[in-house]
């Protein structure tokens, strides 16, 4: 009965969401400027933690 009890508390604990807002995540709430031009832009005073910039020149 004891070995039933422990095998049915593990199932609950692996089908248990350890991170239920995983899609709430902080790169969602981020501006992506990800297909923009960012020339002359003025980036002062913003957090710009977690964010990456790319650029090229031809």
Do not use: C, H, I
């Not at 807002?21 to 990800?34: F, N, P, Q, V």
């Not at 031009?37 to 933690?49: K, P, R, T, V």
């Amino acid at each position: 009965m004891l070995r039933l009890l422990v095998v049915l508390l593990l199932n609950l604990s692996l089908l248990w969401p350890l991170q239920p807002a995983m899609a709430s995540g902080s790169y969602l709430e981020k501006t992506d400027y990800t297909l923009t031009n960012q020339s002359d832009a003025d980036f002062s005073g913003q957090d710009l933690e977690g964010s990456s910039f790319a650029g090229a020149v031809v």
